[in-house]
């Protein structure tokens, strides 16, 4: 599974930054190893520099193999909380999709 962490210009992606997403998304998403080929992250600092509650939204997409790709978004007030937020959200709905599947005779 590829993960590619991207941000918009407001923020820096640092390779420090970008391990740990990576990390934390191994950890909560791994199990999916063999079925999600790729996870896109796209972090944004909503208000740029003027801070304020909520201002950090974490986008992430998945591409399950065979299917159409699967995305989710949370905001927060600071990166690992919409980082970890949306990934979350994400297992959340790869279980239920892969949950569906799985189910069918």
């Known amino acids: 599974m590829q993960i590619q962490v991207n ?7 640092t390779e420090g930054l970008a391990a740990k997403v990576e990390a934390h998304i191994e950890h909560v998403l791994g199990r999916f190893e063999g079925r999600v080929t790729r996870i896109e992250v796209h972090l944004n ?4 520099g003027k801070g304020g ?6 986008m992430m997409e998945a591409r399950p ?6 995305a989710v978004t949370h905001q927060a007030g600071t990166l690992p909380e919409a980082w970890q937020g949306a990934a979350n959200k994400l297992r959340s709905l790869l279980e239920t999709t892969f949950g569906k599947l799985d189910a069918r005779p």
């Open 53 to 58: 509650e909520g201002d950090k939204r974490c």
């Open 45 to 48: 600092d909503v208000n740029a």
């Open 7 to 13: 941000s918009n210009d407001s923020l820096s992606t």
């Open 65 to 70: 193999a065979g299917l159409a790709p699967l």
